[in-house]
């Protein structure tokens, strides 16, 4: 079972960017997916997570009104649309299915992990 995410790059400030995660192995749509980001020198952060069937989608104060989190079309992956893209963005960007009970933005409920795509907002 893996999960891959892909779509990052390069990108000057106020761009967009859209981030998929594909899911191998099983389908995850019965699983909250989430993204989480991590910067050069912080801890890992919430971004955006997806409960199943989209009935509690959450984001960080950060993103909100400029980040979109959906299933993909089959339902089993999760993609990240991200628009107004500004420097503090930059980080690598990780989707997670949620293998715990708990809260759906604390990382810790997460088990199974994708490599990351990095993401650079810069001009």
């Known amino acids: 079972v893996q999960l891959q995410a892909s779509g990052g790059g390069l990108v000057q400030p106020g761009g967009s960017l859209r981030l998929s995660c594909a899911a191998s192995?099983?389908?995850?749509?019965?699983?909250?997916m989430a993204w989480f980001r991590q910067a050069p020198g912080k801890e890992r952060e919430f971004v955006a997570s997806?409960?199943?069937?989209?009935?509690?989608?959450q984001y960080a104060d950060s993103v909100k009104g400029r980040f979109a989190i959906s299933r993909d079309s089959a339902g089993t992956g999760a993609v990240l649309q991200m628009n107004s893209l500004k420097p503090e963005d930059t980080a690598v960007y990780y989707c997670?299915?949620?293998?715990?009970?708990?809260?759906?933005?604390?990382?810790?409920?997460?088990?199974?992990w994708g490599p990351g795509t990095l993401v650079t907002v810069s001009s």
């Open positions: 997670a299915a949620k293998t715990r009970g708990g809260s759906d933005t604390d990382p810790r409920n997460f088990g199974l």
């Open positions: 192995g099983r389908s995850f749509a019965d699983s909250t």
């Open positions: 997806d409960n199943t069937g989209s009935t509690l989608v």
